[in-house]
């Protein structure tokens, strides 16, 4: 007869170092988000935040590699 396969409960060290990570940055993105709304008064102006961030984000890590081929 077929051995039959368990499946296993536990989580390994990758697993749980994904889950200390993946709810550090969740909960930072919330708490950041609540800051900048406050001092920015305005959801659009939360937006505006948001993709200019996103923007540095893209653009910051292209001149860091460019400047360091130089």
Do not use: C, H, Y
Not at 24 to 43: C, E, H, L, T
Not at 57 to 62: C, F, S
């Amino acid at each position: 007869m077929a051995q039959e396969e368990k499946f296993i409960r536990g989580l390994g060290l990758l697993d749980s170092t994904m889950i200390v990570a993946g709810s550090m940055i969740g909960s930072g993105i919330f708490i950041v988000s609540a800051d900048i709304s406050r001092q920015v008064g305005a959801p659009g102006w939360l937006l505006v935040v948001w993709l200019i961030t996103g923007l540095l984000t893209l653009i910051w890590p292209r001149s860091v590699t460019a400047n360091w081929r130089r």
